[in-house]
């Protein structure tokens, strides 16, 4: 049975990248994942290249939405329209990484790129016994078959600070956030995305 995963890579906004459009919406590249073991906590997890640059895995990143921090759900025909900044519009091999061209088309969106600057992907895949060790670390877990749903913007990293819109979470899978907590990663990234958004309605 596929598992959901949310897992995150350290960015940085490629400024080089970035094409801002005469209607407001902002264009840029980046890493939005990687190949190598990821750590849950409990046990660690293999990404393989062969699954990680599978075509049919890749083809299943373009398009995807992009939020700001992890919806409560995957992203359905639901929730969606609620949830989306922008759109991954390209995707790549980029060495062990996975290249993105991402649009935002929203002033949330863009202000929450600028202040957190990392993605994390959410995604199912099939998690399997495989133990093993990759580039000398070990392993419990091998995920085959990965299907991305959405694409997200967040505050903290997993796949390396080399990840970088040319912008995955350390966290656990699909986390649920209490929106009315004040010390959760949602109310955190209000003010820093308010803080954001004052900057870019005064350039």
Not at 35 to 46: C, K, N, Q, R
Not at 61 to 89: F, I
Not at 157 to 167: C, E, S, T, Y
Request: with cysteine; hydrophobic share 40%; glycine share 8%.
């Amino acid at each position: 049975m596929p598992t959901i995963r949310t897992d995150r890579v350290s960015l940085r906004l490629d400024e080089a990248s970035v094409v801002m459009h005469d209607n407001g919406w902002l264009d840029c590249s980046g890493r939005a994942t990687r190949v190598g073991v990821f750590d849950y906590g409990t046990h660690a997890e293999f990404r393989p290249v062969s699954e990680v640059m599978d075509p049919a895995s890749l083809a299943s990143l373009r398009g995807v939405p992009v939020t700001v921090e992890h919806p409560d759900q995957p992203m359905t025909a639901a929730n969606t329209k609620a949830a989306t900044e922008g759109v991954v519009l390209d995707v790549w091999p980029d060495g062990e990484y996975v290249g993105v061209r991402v649009r935002l088309y929203t002033e949330q969106g863009i202000a929450a790129a600028r202040a957190y600057r990392e993605l994390s992907c959410g995604y199912i895949a099939d998690v399997v016994d495989e133990p093993g060790t990759y580039d000398g670390q070990a392993d419990d877990k091998t995920q085959r078959a990965i299907r991305y749903n959405h694409l997200s913007i967040v505050q903290a990293g997993r796949a390396g600070p080399d990840a970088r819109l040319m912008l995955d979470s350390k966290g656990t899978p699909m986390p649920t956030i209490k929106i009315d907590a004040r010390t959760s990663p949602r109310h955190a990234a209000s003010v820093a995305i308010a803080q954001a958004l004052a900057t870019i309605r005064t350039d």
